[in-house]
């Protein structure tokens, strides 16, 4: 038969009578020794004390309660603390913990869990450590070396009072110097860079850059503590979406795979290559507008190529500078005519660099100054136009609530070749009693 300790109902006490330093008492202790105390203390009890933990300890413990606990306590949690546990608990518990939920619970837990998709909420970790300012300093660095010893990552020490709000955060060094019987609320530092749940996931990758951090803490409306966002993380989804935006940017979709199966593939691509074929029609109609003068200059079909190309590149240069400066967050709306004037003036000088070195060539090759006046003149004109172009249309598409990068290429090469073609052509016109 089991019997019962002696200390326990002054244990009880000290639990109803102060659940918040018990708390703080039970996640000093390793995490067998604070299921051992939970278990032995009534379920109601437990659940007074449970409630009252930070969500990451709460989490740990979680999955071995037992199931008059978890009962208990499906029926007294907060919608936002539930949340919290989930984020710490495995895909293979979440289940369990769900079921007892009522459905109007259940609801709001999903609510508190939806993020956008680019958020910092839906990247955080919950592997982060967090003690209460009023645990003293000698309980807080044995708390960390059994954490330590089970390979639990302790980067940053966060500080949450009463409430589970964050309030602090710990260096190492003032842990270290500070005597044993402080409180972590008289050696914590108070100045805190927090991240909301809600907050663009480049722009946390920038701050956090700015300011030589690892991680940096998400928190609710309520400064609760949520998680972490860890630099290497960022830096991987960072990696992740650069490379589906070089396959959005011709028309290849975002989540295609080099294995993905080939229906999958057709769906993302046909319909870019569709538009493709589309403004390439755009572009012939353009050349066959002057199909007459092409008739009698044949020498012109033979340049086309070296001007619509020379401006897709130029306008690839353009584009590829502005999608990154959309990305790091680098082009404010008050520089967006700024960075298209600049890119214009840019094309320009670029224009006028390559047009004078393809007038000359074209000029040695036909014995023909004019044919070399109008490819220059060409040249010129659309690489000024691949340069407003490139910069335009990421800005333009961004503007509209669309990816930057979504088929940019596609529409830029489609300016450069039906101005690149226009201009040649329409200067030949112009000239064309120079040409033959």
């Known amino acids: ?115 956008p998709e680019n958020s910092a909420g839906r990247i955080l970790s919950t592997e982060f450590v967090a003690f209460h300012a009023d645990m003293k300093v000698k309980d807080a660095i044995q708390k960390i070396r059994d954490l330590a010893s089970r390979n639990v990552a302790t980067t940053y020490t966060y500080v949450i009072d009463a409430t589970n709000r964050l309030v602090g955060v710990l260096n190492t060094r003032d842990l270290l110097l500070a005597a044993g019987d402080q409180l972590l609320a008289q050696v914590m530092r108070t100045d805190i860079f927090t991240v909301s749940g809600f907050t663009d996931r480049e722009d946390v990758a920038t701050q956090l850059s700015q300011r030589g951090y690892f991680a940096a803490p998400v928190v609710d409306a309520d400064q609760r503590l949520l998680g972490v966002v860890k630099s290497d993380q960022l830096l991987s989804d960072v990696q992740e979406e650069a490379t589906e935006d070089i396959q959005k940017m011709v028309g290849a979709g975002g989540d295609e795979r080099p294995f993905s199966p080939i229906g999958f593939s057709v769906r993302k691509r046909l319909p870019w290559l569709y538009l493709n074929l589309a403004t390439a029609f755009l572009a012939a109609s353009v050349v066959a507008l002057f199909e007459d003068v092409i008739a009698r200059i044949t020498v012109l079909a033979v340049f086309l190529p070296v001007v619509a190309g020379q401006g897709g590149n130029a306008g690839a240069q353009s584009l590829a500078v502005a999608i990154r400066g959309l990305v790091m967050r680098e082009i404010p709306p008050h520089k967006v005519r700024q960075l298209v004037l600049k890119e214009a003036r840019l094309g320009a000088l670029h224009g006028l660099l390559v047009g004078v070195v393809t007038s000359l060539v074209a000029w040695g090759w036909q014995r023909n100054p004019f044919l070399g006046l109008v490819i220059g003149l060409a040249m010129l004109v659309n690489l000024i136009a691949a340069g407003i172009a490139g910069a335009a249309i990421p800005i333009t598409m961004k503007a509209l609530g669309r990816d930057p990068a979504q088929s940019s290429s596609i529409l830029l090469t489609t300016v450069t070749d039906v101005v690149g073609f226009f201009t040649f052509l329409g200067f030949a016109t112009l000239f064309q009693h120079y040409l033959m």
């Open 1 to 115: 038969m089991k019997t019962r300790s002696p200390l326990l109902p002054l244990v009880q006490r000290h639990v109803e009578n102060d659940p918040a330093m018990a708390a703080s008492t039970l996640e000093a202790l390793p995490d067998a020794e604070a299921l051992a105390a939970l278990k032995a203390l009534p379920p109601s009890v437990s659940a007074q004390l449970f409630l009252r933990l930070h969500e990451s300890h709460a989490a740990r413990l979680l999955p071995n309660v037992s199931p008059e606990l978890l009962g208990i306590l499906s029926h007294r949690v907060r919608p936002e603390q539930a949340a919290a546990w989930l984020l710490h608990l495995p895909p293979e518990l979440r289940q369990r913990f769900l079921e007892p939920l009522t459905p109007e619970v259940k609801r709001q837990i999903q609510e508190l869990l939806t993020y």
